[in-house]
């Protein structure tokens, strides 16, 4: 009999052990944070330059009410919304001032960034005087910075971005072609310094596609959808040269930001 208790006493030992260990059967796990802001950083084409309706919180930055950020905002109605894209933005400007509302409960971001790094709205200011010789080597000193400094500031902001968003689907979009050849325009640039130009895009965005991709980002190209809506189309969706207004030219007009980089960015946030 003294055994049998002492057998009962070591069990109800060792089954008590075993729910001390195991824990109440009605423990939950800790809520996790759920990510589902937004944050849209970058250059004049994400601000929205060329597509009026500028936003009076930073006149500046010429943000649009009209960009594909806000548009896709006003679609989807994220949890929070941060608008710090910003026009001549380069890698080190986004870098430095415009990460701040990233964080653990930011779901998504879109960015272009790129182009003001390699001075294409300089390149475009001296294309545009009659000049070919100038032209094609201002595309080619815009190419050697491409090369040989923008792919490590590009790899220096995705990496910090990656940092302070660790949850974000991140999609970075590039620049679409300016021109389209043998097109409508009577006069201006040449094919040849056109055909050039939309060369540099080419190169400009395989380098940022790869650079992206090597930091398990989204890319995504807006040269497929503005395919036949370039400068010299019948119905171009981009700014030609305005004499008026030179911050607006080469850039998306309300329709390039409404139906060229609007889908592209809502088909690759999902």
């Not at 250059?43 to 597509?51: E, I, K, R, T």
């Not at 309706?53 to 500046?60: P, R």
């Amino acid at each position: 009999m003294r055994h049998s208790r002492t057998a009962s006493y070591a069990a109800s030992l060792l089954l008590a052990a075993a729910g001390a260990l195991a824990g109440p059967a009605t423990a939950e796990p800790a809520p996790r944070t759920t990510a589902t802001g937004y944050v849209a950083l970058g250059d004049s084409y994400s601000a929205g330059v060329g597509a009026g309706d500028y936003l009076g919180s930073d006149a500046g930055c010429l943000r649009s009410g009209r960009a594909f950020p806000a548009l896709w905002t006003a679609a989807h109605r994220p949890s929070s919304f941060a608008f710090t894209a910003c026009n001549g933005a380069r890698t080190k400007d986004v870098l430095a001032g415009q990460l701040g509302p990233l964080g653990p409960r930011t779901g998504l971001v879109s960015i272009t960034v790129g182009g003001s790094d390699a001075g294409f709205g300089r390149v475009m200011a001296t294309c545009v005087i009659p000049g070919r010789t100038a032209c094609l080597s201002a595309i080619t000193g815009a190419l050697s910075y491409v090369d040989g400094t923008l792919a490590g500031d590009l790899d220096r902001l995705y990496a910090a971005i990656r940092v302070k968003a660790p949850a974000a689907r991140v999609v970075v979009l590039g620049y679409p072609h300016f021109y389209r050849l043998r097109g409508t325009c009577a006069g201006g640039l040449q094919d040849v310094e056109r055909s050039a130009l939309n060369a540099a895009v080419d190169h400009l965005d395989n380098v940022i596609a790869r650079h992206a991709l090597d930091h398990g980002f989204v890319y995504a190209d807006p040269r497929t959808t503005f395919a036949g809506h370039e400068i010299c189309s019948a119905g171009p969706w981009l700014r030609s040269v305005t004499w008026t207004d030179l911050t607006e030219s080469y850039h998306p007009t309300a329709p390039g930001q409404a139906l060229g980089y609007l889908p592209l960015f809502a088909g690759a946030a999902l």
